[in-house]
């Protein structure tokens, strides 16, 4: 039986053989699935397909297909990421510590042709967050079969493509264009939107199977999805180290991985010291409507809103306070939602609160070699904010009140806390 590990496909696939040959039963299910080209793909069901992998054995839920599959099975990105797969394309090979092995890998021999341009055959409207699928001709005479599809990179407004193998059959192939634009994309019939380079029917590359071992000769233990995200996001230069201190890293990094955040360890409160807002006597809320924004920008707001409720950094509110949204030019021409607080600032007791020195921190590191940088992720959120003083951070939007758990930018005295 062969496998093929595809981090582009949403759900795990294998042909009737496969099924037949392992004697399973084939659940009926409501399932639909499309190719690479966005065409549907007829599919029996489900069913629990074992097998082995070297000397491991597993199982794994499939969706059944015809037998027109190149591979027994496709183990799709979710299956991928519940067994912690880890790809070292430098050392050449692949982990998946869910599991318990290590698949070598040999390098492949680059086989591809000269890339020719691929055009529109007709016009074609992609909406905004729209998703089609396309026919595009080759320019000249190229040998119909499997071709590397890329996008066009040249022009400051490029189509945006699904990247990956396509088949080219009488010069023509479907390929997948998509709309990552604030409005809709009109793209004229002879439009260059991709690029595409043969390539040579060969196996890609060659597996060897091992057991993943630790340093003391037993199996690593399996991370945790927190420690397989941390470890994806740390920039090591491995090949400058022998494989027991590549393995020294690996675990140090795990064992304190708890102190980094990821989707699955999301960003704390410190316990140590809580925001207060004290306010002058006799001062009285001051609520001010929604303020008028572009479309685009509303859209904006809106989703970063459902991200920090999402994230509990804000909570809905009916406080008698209520500061406007303004929407920030950033350094990159983007833009980032700020709460204008300068009617609750002018309230605000002042805190006089020193901030540190420079010239005191340089001169506390004097005769150190090493040094470590750390930055707090989302820094001032993770000081929550006193709960008899969160009414005072209300903000209004279109969709409604809402007030903050941690401390927000713009207080008057959120630096002198920090």
């Known amino acids: 039986m062969t496998a093929l590990l595809d981090t582009g496909a949403a759900v795990n696939v294998a042909n009737q053989h496969a099924v037949r040959a392992a004697g399973v039963e084939v659940t009926r299910g409501a399932l639909q699935l499309v190719d690479f080209a966005g065409r549907p793909v007829e599919n029996a069901g489900t069913a629990e397909l074992p097998f082995n992998i070297g000397e491991a054995q597993t199982a794994i839920r499939v969706t059944v297909c015809d037998d027109a599959m190149p591979h027994d099975v496709i183990i799709g990105l979710p299956q991928l990421h519940a067994w912690k797969t880890r790809w070292d394309l430098a050392q050449g090979h692949v982990e998946i510590p869910g599991i318990g092995i290590r698949v070598h890998l040999n390098q492949p021999r680059r086989r591809t042709g000269r890339a020719v341009q691929m055009r529109l055959m007709e016009d074609v409207i992609v909406r905004r967050d729209q998703v089609v699928a396309v026919q595009v001709r ?33 010069g023509v192939a479907t390929i997948l264009i998509g709309n990552l634009f604030s409005r809709r994309c009109r793209y004229k019939k002879g439009r260059v939107v991709a690029l595409a380079k043969p390539v040579g029917e060969q196996q890609i590359c060659s597996m060897t199977v091992g057991a993943v071992m630790s340093e003391e000769g037993g199996a690593d233990a399996p991370m945790t999805q927190h420690q397989a995200a941390v470890m994806d996001a740390v920039h090591v230069e491995w090949e400058s180290f022998d494989q027991a201190t590549q393995r020294r890293i690996r675990r140090w990094i795990c064992t304190q991985a708890d102190r980094f955040t990821s989707d699955f360890n999301p960003v704390g409160r410190t316990e140590t010291e809580v925001h207060r807002i004290p306010v002058v006597p006799g001062a009285e809320p001051v609520a001010m409507p929604p303020r008028r924004l572009h479309p685009h920008l509303e859209d904006q707001v809106r989703d970063t809103v459902q991200q920090l409720l999402k994230v509990g950094t804000i909570r809905p509110s009916t406080s008698p306070w209520a500061a406007g949204v303004v929407m920030a030019r950033k350094a990159n021409g983007g833009f980032r939602m700020a709460i204008d607080y300068r009617r609750l600032n002018d309230v605000t007791i002042g805190d006089a609160y020193p901030m540190p020195r420079v010239d005191d921190a340089l001169a506390a590191m004097q005769g150190a070699s090493w040094f470590s940088a750390f930055d707090l992720t989302s820094g001032y959120w993770q000081v929550p904010v006193a709960e008899e003083d969160r009414a005072k951070t209300a903000f209004v939007t279109r969709d409604g009140l809402f007030e903050w758990n941690g401390m927000p930018f713009g207080l008057k005295c959120a630096p002198a806390t920090f």
């Open 138 to 170: 080759a320019d000249g005479a190229v040998t119909d079969g499997p071709v590397l599809v890329e996008r066009q990179r040249r022009g400051t407004k490029t189509a945006a493509i699904a990247e990956g193998f396509g088949q080219l059959k009488d």
